[in-house]
């Protein structure tokens, strides 16, 4: 188990049964890349990871 999956564990646990746009999470995203700047890198990676899923499929 990586440290990241206590987090994402957390995530799953407290947030799970709701359903947001993915507008909504890009808004938090960025506002979490505000307040951590230092993060810029890994949430910029996570959202083109996420962005192209289905290019990775085909």
């Known amino acids: 188990m990586y ?5 994402i564990e957390e995530l799953v ?6 359903q947001v746009s993915i507008e909504w999470l890009a808004e938090r995203l960025r ?12 949430i910029e990676r996570l959202a ?3 962005a ?4 990775e499929e085909d």
């Open 13 to 18: 646990e407290r947030r799970g049964q709701e």
């Open 3 to 7: 440290f990241t999956d206590r987090g």
């Open 31 to 42: 506002d979490f890349v505000d307040l951590n700047p230092e993060f810029e890198t890994p």
């Open 48 to 50: 083109v990871h996420l």
């Open 52 to 55: 192209r899923l289905d290019d």
